[in-house]
């Protein structure tokens, strides 16, 4: 006998009912109601909700309401970023760029340092580096540019920074190397 059929066709519960038979039959000989007995999502099984009083019942609804909610919207923003990757991947191939390798500089004493950045613009990473000197500097920017494809070089070219373009345009061959004078930001 299959008594998940019968409680079906006698209306104590949806055909789209999760319960497993025997205990849903128990369940309507016990309290006449099987939903009430029953921990199930309402959203899935289409059941009928328990009385407000029982608060247990009202908060786990709440708890699978916003498990759902919060799984869309982490699927949501992981199909958003794979998106955006792939756009930058087309940008790329449609002339943009998506590897940097910036150059900066500071020279106030005692933190003399030249800082190289490497900016993975389709995986979202950036890498850093600090040397000494421009010797060093160069050396580092050669590896970078074979390991991460580097396709274009941002230089500060303020004061010291044209030194380090100067070196860099007679070193570097084959990649768009920009000069960069920055000025104060006017918001005006």
Not at 8 to 21: D, F, I
Not at 143 to 169: A, M, T
Request: glycine share 4%; net charge positive.
């Amino acid at each position: 006998m299959d008594y998940k059929q019968m409680c079906v066709q006698q209306g104590y519960v949806p055909s789209t009912c999760t319960m497993e038979g025997q205990m849903c039959w128990l369940l309507v000989n016990s309290q006449g109601d099987p939903c009430k007995g029953c921990n199930a999502n309402r959203k899935i099984c289409n059941g009928r909700h328990t009385p407000y009083e029982n608060k247990d019942y009202n908060f786990m609804c709440s708890l699978d309401l916003l498990g759902e909610i919060e799984s869309k919207r982490i699927e949501e923003n992981k199909k958003r970023r794979e998106e955006i990757i792939q756009q930058r991947k087309n940008g790329h191939i449609n002339g943009y760029t998506r590897t940097i390798l910036e150059v900066k500089w500071s020279m106030s004493y005692p933190d003399k340092f030249i800082e190289i950045i490497v900016k993975d613009i389709v995986n979202e990473k950036a890498y850093i580096a600090k040397c000494r000197d421009i010797n060093h500097m160069s050396s580092i920017i050669v590896h970078c540019c074979k390991i991460y494809n580097v396709e274009q070089i941002h230089v500060e070219e303020n004061n010291y920074g044209s030194h380090i373009y100067d070196y860099l345009i007679n070193t570097i061959k084959n990649i768009d190397i920009v000069p960069l004078r920055y000025t104060s930001l006017k918001l005006n």
